[in-house]
Protein backbone atom coordinates (compact mmCIF):
# COMPACT_ATOMS: atom_id res chain seq x y z
CA UNK A 1 0.00 0.00 0.00
CA UNK A 2 1.59 3.53 -1.03
CA UNK A 3 1.64 6.34 1.52
CA UNK A 4 -0.93 8.39 -0.54
CA UNK A 5 -3.39 5.15 -0.19
CA UNK A 6 -2.24 5.21 3.35
CA UNK A 7 -3.07 9.21 3.55
CA UNK A 8 -6.28 8.66 1.77
CA UNK A 9 -8.08 5.97 4.13
CA UNK A 10 -6.93 8.27 6.92
CA UNK A 11 -8.71 11.40 5.43
CA UNK A 12 -11.90 8.94 5.33
CA UNK A 13 -11.67 7.93 8.36
CA UNK A 14 -11.61 11.49 9.75
CA UNK A 15 -14.27 12.51 6.93
CA UNK A 16 -16.53 9.51 8.57
CA UNK A 17 -16.20 10.72 12.52
CA UNK A 18 -17.33 13.71 11.29
CA UNK A 19 -20.37 12.50 9.31
CA UNK A 20 -21.60 9.12 10.18
CA UNK A 21 -20.33 7.86 6.73
CA UNK A 22 -19.58 3.77 6.63
CA UNK A 23 -15.62 3.17 5.55
CA UNK A 24 -15.18 -0.08 3.30
CA UNK A 25 -12.17 -0.30 0.78
CA UNK A 26 -12.71 3.18 -1.31
CA UNK A 27 -16.60 2.89 -1.42
CA UNK A 28 -18.50 5.57 1.13
CA UNK A 29 -22.45 5.10 1.74
CA UNK A 30 -24.11 7.20 4.58
CA UNK A 31 -24.58 4.76 7.44
CA UNK A 32 -27.76 3.66 8.69
CA UNK A 33 -26.39 3.75 11.97
CA UNK A 34 -25.79 7.29 14.56
CA UNK A 35 -22.61 4.92 15.94
CA UNK A 36 -19.17 5.23 14.67
CA UNK A 37 -18.13 1.82 12.99
CA UNK A 38 -15.39 1.13 10.89
CA UNK A 39 -15.46 -2.05 8.44
CA UNK A 40 -12.70 -5.13 9.11
CA UNK A 41 -13.23 -6.27 5.68
CA UNK A 42 -9.26 -6.62 4.24
CA UNK A 43 -8.00 -3.36 2.16
CA UNK A 44 -5.40 -5.58 -0.33
CA UNK A 45 -4.98 -7.61 2.63
CA UNK A 46 -4.86 -5.48 5.96
CA UNK A 47 -7.13 -4.46 7.98
CA UNK A 48 -6.16 -0.99 8.78
CA UNK A 49 -8.41 -0.03 11.39
CA UNK A 50 -9.76 -2.56 14.87
CA UNK A 51 -13.70 -2.71 15.07
CA UNK A 52 -15.62 -0.65 17.65
CA UNK A 53 -18.73 -0.95 19.07
CA UNK A 54 -21.31 1.10 20.50
CA UNK A 55 -24.27 0.84 23.23
CA UNK A 56 -27.37 2.17 23.87
CA UNK A 57 -28.47 4.51 26.97
CA UNK A 58 -32.32 4.37 27.81
CA UNK A 59 -34.10 6.22 30.09
CA UNK A 60 -36.15 4.68 32.60
CA UNK A 61 -37.12 7.38 35.11
CA UNK A 62 -35.88 10.82 35.83
CA UNK A 63 -33.67 8.43 38.32
CA UNK A 64 -32.60 5.31 36.91
CA UNK A 65 -31.22 4.41 33.56
CA UNK A 66 -30.68 1.70 31.49
CA UNK A 67 -27.56 0.49 28.75
CA UNK A 68 -27.66 -2.53 26.34
CA UNK A 69 -24.53 -3.68 24.28
CA UNK A 70 -27.33 -3.17 21.75
CA UNK A 71 -27.33 -0.05 19.09
CA UNK A 72 -31.03 -0.07 19.23
CA UNK A 73 -32.86 1.40 22.46
CA UNK A 74 -34.96 -1.16 24.38
CA UNK A 75 -38.03 0.04 25.06
CA UNK A 76 -39.30 1.43 28.47
CA UNK A 77 -43.09 1.23 29.68
CA UNK A 78 -42.98 4.13 31.80
CA UNK A 79 -45.74 3.15 34.12
CA UNK A 80 -44.91 -0.36 34.79
CA UNK A 81 -41.39 0.03 33.99
CA UNK A 82 -41.28 -2.91 31.79
CA UNK A 83 -38.49 -3.52 29.33
CA UNK A 84 -38.44 -5.33 25.94
CA UNK A 85 -35.57 -7.50 26.26
CA UNK A 86 -35.33 -10.20 23.95
CA UNK A 87 -31.84 -11.44 25.25
CA UNK A 88 -31.23 -13.15 28.56
CA UNK A 89 -28.33 -10.61 29.66
CA UNK A 90 -27.39 -10.64 33.13
CA UNK A 91 -28.39 -7.29 34.86
CA UNK A 92 -25.99 -4.94 37.40
CA UNK A 93 -27.88 -2.89 39.56
CA UNK A 94 -25.19 -0.11 39.42
CA UNK A 95 -25.52 2.13 42.53
CA UNK A 96 -23.43 5.26 42.17
CA UNK A 97 -21.24 7.22 44.63
CA UNK A 98 -22.47 10.46 45.28
CA UNK A 99 -21.27 13.56 43.05
CA UNK A 100 -19.95 10.84 40.46
CA UNK A 101 -18.64 12.02 37.30
CA UNK A 102 -19.98 10.27 34.10
CA UNK A 103 -16.56 9.48 32.84
CA UNK A 104 -15.64 7.50 36.06
CA UNK A 105 -18.98 5.60 36.20
CA UNK A 106 -18.25 5.17 32.24
CA UNK A 107 -15.32 3.33 33.17
CA UNK A 108 -16.83 0.52 34.75
CA UNK A 109 -20.15 0.16 32.88
CA UNK A 110 -18.10 0.07 29.51
CA UNK A 111 -16.38 -3.00 31.18
CA UNK A 112 -19.98 -4.79 31.90
CA UNK A 113 -21.20 -3.57 28.69
CA UNK A 114 -18.57 -5.34 26.65
CA UNK A 115 -19.01 -8.23 28.61
CA UNK A 116 -22.77 -9.13 27.42
CA UNK A 117 -24.38 -7.23 31.12
CA UNK A 118 -27.22 -4.69 30.66
CA UNK A 119 -26.50 -2.47 33.18
CA UNK A 120 -29.15 -0.39 35.96
CA UNK A 121 -27.57 3.32 36.75
CA UNK A 122 -29.05 4.28 39.91
CA UNK A 123 -27.26 7.83 40.88
CA UNK A 124 -27.93 9.76 44.40
CA UNK A 125 -28.11 13.43 44.33
CA UNK A 126 -27.13 15.04 47.88
CA UNK A 127 -30.62 16.73 47.94
CA UNK A 128 -32.30 12.89 47.82
CA UNK A 129 -30.03 12.21 50.54
CA UNK A 130 -30.82 14.45 52.73
CA UNK A 131 -34.64 13.92 51.92
CA UNK A 132 -35.32 10.59 51.80
CA UNK A 133 -39.34 10.14 51.50
CA UNK A 134 -39.24 12.10 48.60
CA UNK A 135 -35.90 11.41 47.36
CA UNK A 136 -33.77 8.46 48.14
CA UNK A 137 -36.76 5.95 48.86
CA UNK A 138 -38.78 6.97 45.38
CA UNK A 139 -35.13 5.64 43.90
CA UNK A 140 -35.29 2.43 46.07
CA UNK A 141 -38.97 2.18 45.21
CA UNK A 142 -37.98 2.12 41.39
CA UNK A 143 -35.22 -0.05 41.75
CA UNK A 144 -37.66 -2.30 43.26
CA UNK A 145 -40.37 -2.45 40.74
CA UNK A 146 -38.04 -2.76 37.88
CA UNK A 147 -36.63 -5.71 39.45
CA UNK A 148 -40.22 -6.95 40.30
CA UNK A 149 -41.78 -6.16 36.67
CA UNK A 150 -38.79 -7.47 34.45
CA UNK A 151 -38.27 -11.08 35.56
CA UNK A 152 -36.22 -12.18 32.39
CA UNK A 153 -33.26 -10.46 34.42
CA UNK A 154 -32.91 -13.77 35.92
CA UNK A 155 -29.39 -13.16 36.68
CA UNK A 156 -28.77 -9.64 38.90
CA UNK A 157 -25.06 -8.58 40.08
CA UNK A 158 -25.37 -5.59 43.02
CA UNK A 159 -22.68 -3.24 42.29
CA UNK A 160 -22.16 -0.83 44.75
CA UNK A 161 -20.08 2.45 45.71
CA UNK A 162 -19.91 4.80 49.16
CA UNK A 163 -23.31 5.94 49.76
CA UNK A 164 -24.64 3.21 47.03
CA UNK A 165 -24.99 1.08 50.28
CA UNK A 166 -27.70 3.18 51.96
CA UNK A 167 -29.48 3.35 48.53
CA UNK A 168 -29.34 -0.85 48.81
CA UNK A 169 -30.40 -0.66 52.19
CA UNK A 170 -33.58 1.55 51.43
CA UNK A 171 -34.65 -1.28 48.83
CA UNK A 172 -33.87 -4.10 50.78
CA UNK A 173 -36.48 -2.29 53.47
CA UNK A 174 -39.04 -2.31 50.76
CA UNK A 175 -38.02 -6.43 49.87
CA UNK A 176 -38.35 -7.11 53.26
CA UNK A 177 -41.49 -5.78 54.04
CA UNK A 178 -43.06 -7.58 50.95
CA UNK A 179 -40.88 -10.93 50.89
CA UNK A 180 -43.94 -13.04 49.80
CA UNK A 181 -44.12 -10.40 46.91
CA UNK A 182 -40.76 -9.66 46.04
CA UNK A 183 -39.15 -13.03 46.60
CA UNK A 184 -38.37 -13.63 42.99
CA UNK A 185 -35.99 -10.32 43.00
CA UNK A 186 -34.67 -11.73 46.55
CA UNK A 187 -33.18 -15.37 44.79
CA UNK A 188 -32.55 -13.82 41.39
CA UNK A 189 -29.55 -11.42 43.07
CA UNK A 190 -26.69 -13.92 42.05
CA UNK A 191 -24.15 -11.69 43.70
CA UNK A 192 -23.24 -8.12 45.59
CA UNK A 193 -19.69 -6.11 44.80
CA UNK A 194 -19.30 -3.21 47.38
CA UNK A 195 -16.71 -0.69 47.13
CA UNK A 196 -16.11 1.91 49.42
CA UNK A 197 -19.18 1.45 50.88
CA UNK A 198 -20.25 3.90 53.86
CA UNK A 199 -22.22 3.39 56.80
CA UNK A 200 -23.67 6.20 59.25
CA UNK A 201 -20.47 7.00 61.14
CA UNK A 202 -19.30 8.07 57.48
CA UNK A 203 -22.32 10.19 56.48
CA UNK A 204 -21.40 13.59 58.50
CA UNK A 205 -17.64 12.98 57.36
CA UNK A 206 -17.55 11.25 53.57
CA UNK A 207 -21.06 13.58 52.68
CA UNK A 208 -19.04 17.30 53.12
CA UNK A 209 -15.97 15.80 51.21
CA UNK A 210 -17.93 14.39 48.38
CA UNK A 211 -19.38 17.34 47.58
CA UNK A 212 -16.79 19.92 48.71
CA UNK A 213 -13.04 17.96 47.85
CA UNK A 214 -11.30 20.61 47.47
CA UNK A 215 -12.54 23.42 49.28
CA UNK A 216 -11.51 22.72 53.49
CA UNK A 217 -14.56 25.99 54.65
CA UNK A 218 -17.14 24.70 52.62
CA UNK A 219 -16.61 21.48 53.51
CA UNK A 220 -16.10 22.41 57.75
CA UNK A 221 -19.84 24.30 57.03
CA UNK A 222 -21.46 21.87 55.48
CA UNK A 223 -20.38 19.25 57.91
CA UNK A 224 -22.03 21.39 60.83
CA UNK A 225 -24.44 21.87 59.01
CA UNK A 226 -25.27 17.85 58.49
CA UNK A 227 -24.74 17.46 62.05
CA UNK A 228 -27.58 19.88 62.57
CA UNK A 229 -29.78 18.48 60.03
CA UNK A 230 -29.71 14.82 61.34
CA UNK A 231 -30.27 16.69 64.66
CA UNK A 232 -33.90 18.92 63.64
CA UNK A 233 -35.10 16.26 61.00
CA UNK A 234 -34.49 13.33 62.85
CA UNK A 235 -38.28 12.06 61.87
CA UNK A 236 -37.68 13.33 58.33
CA UNK A 237 -34.07 11.86 57.45
CA UNK A 238 -32.20 10.15 60.22
CA UNK A 239 -34.43 7.45 61.45
CA UNK A 240 -34.74 6.71 57.73
CA UNK A 241 -30.65 6.04 57.46
CA UNK A 242 -31.03 3.92 61.15
CA UNK A 243 -33.18 1.52 59.27
CA UNK A 244 -31.64 1.80 56.62
CA UNK A 245 -28.12 0.38 58.03
CA UNK A 246 -30.03 -1.82 60.05
CA UNK A 247 -31.14 -3.63 56.87
CA UNK A 248 -27.93 -3.33 55.04
CA UNK A 249 -26.39 -5.22 58.58
CA UNK A 250 -29.42 -8.03 58.21
CA UNK A 251 -30.28 -8.48 54.62
CA UNK A 252 -32.71 -10.40 53.84
CA UNK A 253 -30.96 -11.31 49.97
CA UNK A 254 -27.96 -13.84 50.91
CA UNK A 255 -26.43 -13.72 47.54
CA UNK A 256 -22.15 -13.56 47.82
CA UNK A 257 -20.40 -10.44 48.71
CA UNK A 258 -17.13 -9.24 47.21
CA UNK A 259 -15.87 -6.47 49.39
CA UNK A 260 -13.29 -3.92 48.24
CA UNK A 261 -12.13 -1.74 50.82
CA UNK A 262 -8.81 0.54 51.61
CA UNK A 263 -7.65 0.61 55.60
CA UNK A 264 -6.95 4.25 54.90
CA UNK A 265 -10.47 5.51 53.53
CA UNK A 266 -10.80 8.99 54.32
CA UNK A 267 -14.29 8.48 54.24
CA UNK A 268 -15.57 5.11 54.36
CA UNK A 269 -14.64 3.40 58.15
CA UNK A 270 -12.94 0.27 57.42
CA UNK A 271 -13.78 -0.19 61.32
CA UNK A 272 -17.25 -0.29 60.21
CA UNK A 273 -17.06 -2.33 57.41
CA UNK A 274 -15.46 -5.26 59.44
CA UNK A 275 -18.56 -4.96 61.82
CA UNK A 276 -20.64 -5.54 58.56
CA UNK A 277 -18.42 -8.21 57.22
CA UNK A 278 -18.37 -10.04 60.09
CA UNK A 279 -22.16 -10.07 60.64
CA UNK A 280 -23.17 -11.29 57.16
CA UNK A 281 -20.19 -14.03 57.97
CA UNK A 282 -22.57 -15.35 61.10
CA UNK A 283 -25.64 -15.46 58.69
CA UNK A 284 -23.68 -17.90 56.00
CA UNK A 285 -23.12 -15.00 53.31
CA UNK A 286 -20.36 -16.09 51.49
CA UNK A 287 -17.69 -13.25 51.44
CA UNK A 288 -14.63 -12.25 49.49
CA UNK A 289 -12.71 -9.46 50.32
CA UNK A 290 -9.93 -7.29 48.88
CA UNK A 291 -7.94 -4.53 51.48
CA UNK A 292 -5.58 -2.10 50.19
CA UNK A 293 -3.43 -0.24 52.67
CA UNK A 294 -3.27 3.18 50.79
CA UNK A 295 -6.12 3.20 48.06
CA UNK A 296 -8.63 6.29 47.81
CA UNK A 297 -11.79 6.27 48.36
CA UNK A 298 -14.10 5.00 45.14
CA UNK A 299 -10.55 5.00 43.27
CA UNK A 300 -9.14 1.41 43.82
CA UNK A 301 -10.01 0.96 40.13
CA UNK A 302 -8.16 3.81 39.34
CA UNK A 303 -5.15 2.83 41.39
CA UNK A 304 -4.82 -0.62 41.23
CA UNK A 305 -7.04 -1.70 38.19
CA UNK A 306 -5.42 -4.89 37.07
CA UNK A 307 -5.80 -6.17 40.58
CA UNK A 308 -9.38 -4.74 40.63
CA UNK A 309 -10.37 -6.98 37.57
CA UNK A 310 -8.65 -9.75 38.66
CA UNK A 311 -10.66 -10.01 41.86
CA UNK A 312 -14.13 -8.78 40.17
CA UNK A 313 -13.54 -11.92 37.73
CA UNK A 314 -12.19 -14.22 39.95
CA UNK A 315 -15.36 -13.36 41.99
CA UNK A 316 -18.44 -13.73 38.86
CA UNK A 317 -16.30 -17.00 37.38
CA UNK A 318 -17.38 -18.23 40.97
CA UNK A 319 -20.89 -16.75 40.72
CA UNK A 320 -20.79 -18.32 36.64
CA UNK A 321 -21.41 -14.98 35.62
CA UNK A 322 -18.88 -13.63 32.37
CA UNK A 323 -15.87 -12.34 33.15
CA UNK A 324 -15.66 -8.97 32.48
CA UNK A 325 -12.53 -8.45 29.39
CA UNK A 326 -10.44 -5.28 30.25
CA UNK A 327 -8.86 -5.26 26.81
CA UNK A 328 -11.67 -4.05 25.08
CA UNK A 329 -12.14 -0.80 27.57
CA UNK A 330 -10.36 1.79 25.63
CA UNK A 331 -11.92 0.57 22.19
CA UNK A 332 -15.82 1.10 23.68
CA UNK A 333 -17.81 4.30 22.77
CA UNK A 334 -20.99 4.30 25.07
CA UNK A 335 -23.93 6.42 24.33
CA UNK A 336 -23.93 8.13 27.58
Not at 22 to 32: D, H, K, R, V, Y
Not at 154 to 160: A, E, F, P, Y
Not at 196 to 221: D, K, Y
Amino acid sequence: MTGVTVRAALSAVKYQRQHHVNLCGNIFSIAPKAAFTVSTRPCLGVSLFPPTRSFSSQEVTKNLRLMTPEDVKPKVDKKSLAVEIRNDRPLVVFLEWMAAHKNHVKKFTDLYLGSGYDVLVAPLTPSQLLFPRSGSQVLAAEVVQFLAINSQYSRILVHGFSIGGYVWGEVLLLLSRDSSRYSSVIQRVHGQVWDSVVGMESIIQGFPLAIFPSNFLLRTAFSKYLGLHLWMFRNVATKHYEASSAMFHDPPVKAPALVLASRNDPICSFKEMMEVVDGWREQNVKITMKIWDDSPHVGHMRKYRKEYIEELNSFLHGLNLPVVHDKDADKITSKL
